[in-house]
């Protein structure tokens, strides 16, 4: 059984779906993103837990609460939520599998150092039901007509096919 982490609001502004609801109420977005985790069947043998910034709270402790089969986690005061799923994570990654989904690179890289398995918000988001997909996806075999012929980008980036061999599939 893997144990999934999700940085809340870092899927939530991923997708533009959830962005939209997020501008009329963040509470609504928050809904909606559980509701369709949990209703999710590629995570039905999966633990879920969702975590939240709570640091305007006025809780001076880390609070949670379940639903349906998703815990929701809400950081405390003063406390950011990537410092509580970097916690989680490290108490979970010796008992189970552990996979973190966050768009933020130090996460991912203190997640990563812990044992954990990483996955993108977009890389989640695809495989959920009712997500919106895509407009038009990239091909990267397509030839750029131009003049120049020195290669542009990050030399010791991985190339997008083997980002997305490496994602976890879900």
């Given at each position: 059984m893997r144990h999934i982490i999700v940085d809340g609001y870092n899927v939530i502004r991923a997708d533009p779906r959830l962005?939209?609801?997020e501008r009329v109420s963040l509470e609504h977005a928050r809904e909606v993103l559980v509701k369709t985790?949990?209703?999710?069947?590629r995570l039905a043998n999966d633990q879920l837990t969702v975590v939240f910034d709570g640091g305007r709270g006025s809780r001076p402790h880390i609070h949670s609460e379940r639903l349906g089969r998703v815990v929701l986690v809400y950081s405390a005061q003063g406390q950011t939520a990537d410092d509580v799923i970097v916690s989680q994570?490290?108490?979970?990654a010796g008992a189970h599998r552990v996979v973190v989904?966050?768009?933020d690179v130090e996460v991912r890289e203190r997640c990563r150092a812990v044992g954990c398995e990483v996955s993108a918000a977009e890389n989640l988001l695809t495989q959920l039901p009712g997500a919106s997909r895509p407009l038009a996806q990239d091909n990267e075999d397509d030839v750029d007509t131009?003049?120049?012929t020195v290669k542009r980008g990050n030399p010791r980036r991985s190339s997008r096919r083997a980002r997305r061999q490496r994602d976890v599939r879900f």
């Open positions: 962005q939209s609801f985790l949990a209703s999710s069947p994570a490290r108490s979970l989904v966050s768009n131009t003049l120049s």
